[in-house]
T-cell receptor, first 115, second 116 residues
Framework: EPEVTQTPSHQVTQMGQEVILRCVPISNHLYFYWYRQILGQKVEFLVS????????KSEIFDDQFSVERPDGSNFTLKIRSTKLEDSAMYFCASAGYSGRAGELFFGEGSRLTVL | AQKVTQAQTEISVVEKEDVTLDCVYETRDTTYYLFWYKQPPSGELVFLIRRNSFDEQNEISGRYSWNFQKSTSSFNFTITASQVVDSAVYFCALGISNFGNEKLTFGTGTRLTIIP
């Protein structure tokens, strides 16, 4: 069964450092997402991406965040200068167009710890 | 705006008991989707069920069952004969499909502990 894969599974970084989280969505999917879950809290939408541009972003997704699909297979989330409050689990997801509308396929998450 | 409320923060039951997790949602859209995800201690999100707003038929899958009631905007999840492996955080989510832009709004989750 196709799946969304994410790397790294866990990253520890110092405050102020840049971090790139990587995702490989399901190959025929067109819509890509990042969600975030601060420890013990709910999963929150960060950004959606379609046709090589951001289609929607939340208030959380400020100028420190960026997304990119550099090579047609990877989908990355970059945090330019990490803050302590960026410590969270980051989930990548992808969705196909129509068919099973409303269904996201989530990766297993990348846990980011900012010290 | 969409909203999902899971009023039960934590539930503990003894193994083999039945347990129901509540989910109430708010949306003005007439077409929407409801989901339940399981998050075990390892952290990943495990898809359990997807339901669209036009299908109010209840569903049963093994020990799991879901009760969707549009009249009360609820989508409750029942586990019968609970097992220790059911211990996890369970999230209810609401999705609005906007030409393929599938954005989910999650509830705050219910932590379920099954006591052996």
């Amino acid at each position: 069964e196709p799946e969304v894969t994410q790397t790294p599974s866990h990253q520890v970084t110092q405050m102020g450092q840049e971090v790139i989280l990587r995702c490989v969505p399901i190959s025929n999917h067109l819509y890509f997402y990042w969600y975030r879950q601060i420890l013990g809290q709910k999963v929150e939408f960060l950004v959606s991406f379609y046709n090589n541009e951001i289609s929607e972003k939340s208030e959380i997704f400020d100028d420190q965040f960026s997304v990119e699909r550099p090579d047609g297979s990877n989908f990355t989330l970059k945090i330019r200068s990490t803050k302590l409050e960026d410590s969270a689990m980051y989930f990548c997801a992808s969705a196909g167009y129509s068919g099973r509308a409303g269904e996201l396929f989530f990766g297993e998450g990348s846990r980011l710890t900012v010290l | 705006a969409q909203k999902v409320t899971q009023a039960q923060t934590e539930i503990s039951v003894v193994e083999k008991e039945d347990v129901t997790l509540d989910c109430v949602y708010e949306t003005r859209d007439t077409t929407y989707y409801l989901f339940w995800y399981k998050q075990p201690p390892s952290g990943e999100l495990v898809f359990l069920i997807r339901r669209n707003s036009f299908d109010e038929q209840n569903e049963i899958s093994g020990r799991y069952s879901w009760n969707f009631q549009k009249s009360t905007s609820s989508f409750n999840f029942t586990i019968t004969a609970s097992q220790v492996v059911d211990s996890a955080v369970y999230f209810c989510a609401l999705g609005i499909s906007n030409f393929g832009n599938e954005k989910l709004t999650f509830g705050t989750g219910t932590r379920l502990t099954i006591i052996p």
